[in-house]
């Protein structure tokens, strides 16, 4: 009876003490771990099921299936002001999409769009002399989908790049 005892209460503590894998973005796997080599993170998962089912609420995403990448924005990214100084409407699009530059005088701003299996669609350059010539795009020809806007601006002192994800209804 004695030990009866003793293996309940130690049960009790163990539980009382026991944690369980974080909620920031993670899975629960029946095993699995993560490493760092050479600056990049590894992860992996044994048993986990390959139904992929997701539930959202304002500050909290669980996600039942193999491992979700955590899709953040690069610092390269967010210190772009190329991004700043661009606006790409409407999303989605269904004829026309806008390019709307509030660039340095004398810029020039060069576009492809690019299929999101790797087919350029359409590119070009323009001289803007204001600065802020909207550009535009007949997306009404195109199929359905998603496509890449890569967008460069350069003038005299500078060049920088930025991607937009274009979807196509």
Do not use: C
């Not at 590894?42 to 909290?60: G, H």
């Not at 060049?159 to 979807?167: I, K, P």
């Amino acid at each position: 009876m004695k030990h009866l005892i003793l293996t309940g209460a130690t049960i009790f503590v163990a539980v009382l003490f026991a944690s369980a894998q974080s909620i920031a973005p993670s899975t629960i796997n029946a095993t699995g771990g993560s490493a760092v080599l050479a600056g990049n993170t590894y992860e992996w998962s044994v048993a986990e099921m390959t139904l992929i089912n997701t539930a959202t609420a304002s500050n909290l995403v669980v996600t039942q299936g193999l491992l979700q990448p955590n899709a953040t924005i690069s610092s390269i990214e967010e210190n772009n002001p190329l991004l700043k100084s661009i606006k790409v409407y409407p999303a989605p699009t269904e004829n026309i999409l806008n390019i709307a530059p509030s660039l340095p005088e004398g810029s020039t701003l060069t576009y492809k769009l690019v299929h999101i299996n790797g087919q350029i669609i359409t590119e070009n350059a323009a001289a803007l002399s204001a600065g802020n010539e909207l550009q535009t795009i007949d997306m009404s020809k195109f199929a359905n989908g998603n496509y890449i806007l890569e967008v460069k601006q350069t003038n005299t002192k500078q060049a920088y790049t930025a991607t937009y994800r274009v979807v196509k209804q």
